[in-house]
């Protein structure tokens, strides 16, 4: 599962990580994390229906949430990029910032997956020191 593969290149980033279904996702358990990966299957164009509410209901929180620090990744059949520029821009909309351009995964681009999940854990570890150093006295 791919979810599991971005947390584990997380975690050797020395991040702490919870996984959470979108299904299973409460935002006002979401304000306690400094940053956030957002996944989806690419649904005919789109991020599935359980992240998209997680979206609609994480935009009342906007000024809680506003400059925290996000990535993405969208699972494909195709080249279609889609579901990965709609978890983008749903995530844009709510006030978060993006540290890294996204993943789009297919079958056969398995190696550069791998290499592109560690870029992303890396400029999340990076934004999120960065975030620590500015809050310290």
């Known amino acids: 599962m791919l979810a599991e593969q971005v947390r584990q290149a997380c975690v050797e980033e020395k991040l702490s990580v919870a996984l959470i279904e979108a299904s299973d996702a409460v935002p006002e358990d979401l304000l306690q994390y400094d940053g956030y990966v957002f996944g989806s299957p690419d649904y005919l164009g789109y991020m599935a229906g359980a992240v998209k509410t ?23 059949e195709s080249d279609n990029k889609e579901a990965l520029h709609s978890l983008n821009d749903m995530a844009q909309a709510v006030g ?3 540290v890294h351009h996204g993943l789009q995964w297919r079958p ?10 560690i870029e992303m854990a890396s400029a999340l570890r990076k934004e999120l020191d960065q975030q620590s150093q500015d809050l310290s006295p």
């Open 54 to 76: 997680v979206f609609d209901r994480l935009h009342a929180f906007h000024p809680v949430i506003v400059g925290r620090p996000f990535a993405t990744f969208a699972t494909s």
């Open 96 to 98: 978060l910032r993006q």
């Open 108 to 117: 056969e681009n398995h190696k550069r997956v791998t290499d592109t999940l």
